[in-house]
T-cell receptor
């Protein structure tokens, strides 16, 4: 059974810092990895999708990497802003379902 | 530019009542699914569909029914609501295996 762990569970940083969110998984038989953002009381917004054959994807200040051999993915956020404050979720697609981690709650302070 | 639309956004039910959570997508996606989100447990798959007329169970299907008569719609039915079904419910869709998943804004359900 696929298990997904996200570390840290919560993170508070000053504005402008570069930061890394971590996601680890137990089963390398995945189709893809997807990172989401969730604001309080809202739905999930897709940030980046990495196919299993890819190593990384970039969108603006966000960069996500995937290392299937070590069972790890990282989300790198450059020059963090208060508007980045949210919960970040990683999810792996294996078969017909997404398996989610429990998220990292990020707060970026002025 | 609707994407995945869920209704209602909020609902309070009494134990034993039944109701249907609606989900519609306008992207012509084959795959649709329902998840529930509970504190400390992440999102868990309830039911999913790989196309009109085809549905299957996920991790936590008990107490829920689904049907898929059209590509666009995938309603979730609570047969007899229980307090354990208090949760936030999300509907998602994607084009196929390996494709990007898109989520609705969620339905916050409270069963008293």
């Amino acid at each position: 059974k696929q298990e997904v762990t996200q570390i840290p569970a919560a993170l508070s940083v000053p504005e402008g810092e570069n930061l890394v969110l971590n996601c680890s998984f137990t089963d390398s038989a995945i189709y893809n990895l997807q990172w989401f953002r969730q604001d309080p009381g809202k739905g999930l917004t897709s940030l980046l999708l990495i196919q299993s054959s890819q190593r990384e994807q970039t969108s603006g200040r966000l960069n996500a990497s995937l290392d299937k051999s070590s069972g790890r993915s990282t989300l790198y956020i450059a020059a963090s802003q208060p508007g980045d404050s949210a919960t970040y979720l990683c999810a792996f697609q294996g078969g017909n379902k997404l398996t989610f981690g429990t998220g990292t709650q990020l707060k970026v302070e002025l | 530019n609707a994407g995945v639309t869920q209704t209602p956004k909020f609902q309070v039910l009494k134990t034993g009542q039944s109701m249907t959570l609606q989900c519609a997508q306008d992207m012509n996606h084959e795959y649709m699914s329902w998840y529930r989100q509970d504190p400390g447990m992440g999102l868990r798959l309830i039911h999913y569909s790989v196309g009109a007329g085809i549905t299957d169970q996920g991790e936590v299907p008990n107490g829920y029914n689904v049907s898929r008569s059209t590509t666009e719609d995938f309603p979730l039915r609570l047969l007899s609501a229980a307090p354990s079904q208090t949760s936030v419910y999300f509907c998602a869709s994607r084009h196929g295996v390996g494709a990007e998943a898109f989520f609705g804004q969620g339905t916050r359900l409270t069963v008293v």
